[in-house]
Nanobody, 113 residues
């Protein structure tokens, strides 16, 4: 099983993107889900996590990113607003904590003028 993220692209600083990740129902219903990112030369980091109705964010994205889930669609989203060049990275979804076999290819987000 791989979790495929989609919705990335090139956006100017201050812009917005919404990422999506569809998971199988059995995975989605019983696990916390997370969005991760990896910039060139950096380790992969967890940027947002959702478990039930509770959400958590890394400090660098608080107030700008929102993680949500649609249980009917088995989909988790990451709404990214006020994007900054330092948000440029490949974004992935996975369980939180992550499962190695579930890493997909991710979706590239590039913030540049």
């Amino acid at each position: 099983v791989q979790l495929q993220a989609s919705g990335g692209g090139l956006v100017q600083p201050g812009g917005s993107l919404r990422l999506s990740c569809a998971a199988s129902g059995s995975i989605f219903r019983i696990n916390a889900m997370g969005w991760y990112r990896q910039a060139p030369g950096n380790q992969r980091e967890l940027v947002a996590r959702i478990s039930g109705g509770s959400t958590n964010y890394v400090d660098s994205v608080k107030g700008r990113f929102t993680i949500s889930r649609d249980n009917a669609k088995n989909t988790v989203y990451l709404q990214m607003n006020s994007l900054k060049p330092e948000d440029t990275a490949v974004y992935y979804c996975n369980l939180a904590p992550p499962v190695r076999d579930y890493w997909g290819q991710g979706t590239q987000v590039t913030v540049s003028s």
